[in-house]
């Protein structure tokens, strides 16, 4: 097994190659005081890849700082990992990021939102825009 101590982006990139093949997520089990526990055993037993978090001991005795997550992939999930990180366009490092006051929606959200009695700042009602038609910073 491959064991990854990443960033959160980093953690994006490979939960999002991981599931490139077969579109499933990952589940995991976390813990304050066992991550070296949560990183093999769950992943030697099933074969699937896991995430958790460093405990109190890898990070005072292996001296990982407060930024990293681990994420384990078992040998057998490795070649599916490699392409999905190779095919899936997961984006660019580092995120470039945009806000805006009030976000447009895609439509199916925005009937949501209207459904639930929501409105912009203004008062005025959400429309929304298909997703295909939107800009980034829309």
């Not at 958790?52 to 005072?60: D, H």
């Not at 639930?116 to 997703?131: L, N, Q, R």
């Amino acid at each position: 097994m491959i064991i990854i101590y990443c960033n959160s982006v980093q953690l994006t990139r490979l939960l999002l190659g991981i599931a490139y093949k077969d579109g499933q997520d990952i589940t995991s089990r976390l813990s304050g005081h066992a991550g070296c526990v949560y990183a093999v055993v769950p992943a030697m037993q099933t074969g699937e890849c896991c995430v958790s978090v460093p405990c109190m001991g890898i990070r005072r005795y292996g001296g990982y700082q407060d930024d990293k997550i681990i994420f384990t992939v078992p040998r057998e999930k490795l070649e599916n990992l490699i392409l999905g990180l190779t095919q899936s366009g997961t984006g660019e490092l580092p995120v470039k990021i945009w806000t805006r006051a009030e976000y447009t929606l895609g439509d199916s959200y925005a009937e949501l939102a209207r459904l639930m009695g929501m409105k912009k700042a203004d008062g005025s009602e959400i429309v929304g825009k298909p997703f295909g038609e939107r800009l980034p910073w829309e």
